[in-house]
C-alpha cells in the first residue's frame, strides 16, 4: 500500500493531533508556547513529517538536515538526515507507516542517523540501518544508527 506522506505545519490542529504520540514533549511543548506567544507563525514549517489515515495523523517523524561541518561521524565530512520521533500510533503498527516514512527519508540522498530504542532494534536492521563504532565521549547515553545511499563514499571507522 502507497502512503502519502506530507511535510507537517505547526498549527493547533497539528499540535493537538500531537499529543496521542507517546514522545510528546519538550520540542512538542515548546511549539506550543512559541505559537500562543506569536514568536511563530501559526502553519509555519515544522521539521516533522507525518501520514494522515482520513483525518487522523496516525505516523510521525521529525527529520533535520545536519551540514557536514558538525559531522563527528564518517570521513570524509557530508550533510546527513537526522531522523527521530518515529512514532506510528498502536492501532496502525506493523501496516507499512513506519517503512514508507523511512523510505521517504531515504529518498532525499543522504545518509541518515537515527537513535533506537530499546525494542525497536529489529525495525531498524530491517531498514538497513547499522551501528557506528561506540564512542564514549561522544555517543555516551545514544545508541546511533546509520543508513548510507548505496555507492556513498565513506570511510567507516
Ligand atoms: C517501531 C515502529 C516505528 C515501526 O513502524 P510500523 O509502521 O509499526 O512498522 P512497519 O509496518 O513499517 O514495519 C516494517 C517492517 O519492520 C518490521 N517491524 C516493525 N516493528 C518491528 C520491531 N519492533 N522489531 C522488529 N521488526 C519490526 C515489520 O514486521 C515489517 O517487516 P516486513 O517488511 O518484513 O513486513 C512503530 O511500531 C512504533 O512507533 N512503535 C512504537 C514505538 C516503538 O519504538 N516501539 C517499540 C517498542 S518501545
Redesign the pocket.
Known amino acids: 500500500m502507497e502512503y502519502k506522506v506530507e511535510k507537517l505545519r505547526v498549527n493547533y490542529k497539528t499540535l493537538e493531533e500531537f499529543k496521542r504520540f507517546k514522545e510528546y514533549g519538550l520540542q512538542e511543548l515548546s511549539m506550543v508556547e512559541d505559537l500562543e506567544a506569536n514568536i511563530i507563525d501559526n502553519d509555519s514549517e515544522s521539521p516533522f513529517y507525518g501520514i494522515y489515515f482520513g483525518d487522523t495523523l496516525v ?1 510521525r517523524m521529525s527529520l533535520y538536515r545536519v551540514e557536514a561541518k558538525f559531522n563527528r561521524y564518517f570521513e570524509p565530512p557530508h550533510d546527513f538526515l537526522e531522523l527521530w520521533k ?3 500510533l498502536p492501532d496502525y ?7 514508507a516514512l523511512v523510505n521517504f527519508a531515504k529518498e532525499m540522498g543522504l545518509p541518515i542517523k537515527t537513535n533506537a ?4 532494534r ?2 531498524w536492521d ?1 531498514m538497513g540501518f547499522t551501528s557506528v563504532h561506540y564512542e564514549m565521549a561522544r555517543d555516551r547515553g545514544e545508541n546511533p544508527l546509520f543508513w548510507f545511499p548505496e555507492g556513498f563514499p565513506i570511510e567507516k571507522d
Not at 503498527?93 to 517503512?99: L, T
Not at 530504542?117 to 525497536?120: A, C, T
Request: glycine share 16%.
Open positions: 505516523a518515529l512514532e506510528v503498527q506493523n501496516k507499512g507507516y513506519g517503512k530504542r530499546m525494542k525497536s529489529g525495525f530491517k
